[in-house]
């Protein structure tokens, strides 16, 4: 696997520099690994792709989606995830 981009002879795709803090960049690292993404470059393209096509999510919404998103693969229930998000206290 590979850090960085390797396919520069694609005359779609442009190159952009960022500054990120290393600790940033080290949980960039650990989560497009164990998120199973081939690349650095496509995690960031993908997570980049998420907030274009979704403006009206705000941070509070993505962290709720992170929220459920880890409990439901740590196998938690429906109902509790449901009720999580709803704030259901029955």
Request: aromatic share 4%.
């Given at each position: 696997m590979s850090d960085t981009d390797t396919n520069d002879a694609?005359?779609?795709k442009t190159n952009i520099n960022i500054r990120l803090t290393e600790a940033l960049l080290a949980d960039i690292d650990a989560a497009w690994r164990d998120e199973g993404y081939n690349s650095r470059s496509e995690f960031v393209?993908?997570?980049?792709?998420?907030?274009?096509r979704h403006p009206e999510l705000t941070r509070e919404?993505?962290?709720?989606?992170?929220?459920?998103?880890?409990a439901r693969r740590a196998g938690e229930s429906e109902t509790f995830l449901r009720d999580e998000i709803l704030g259901n206290d029955e």
């Open positions: 694609d005359p779609e393209r993908e997570a980049l792709r998420d907030a274009v919404s993505w962290k709720e989606i992170a929220a459920v998103e880890h």
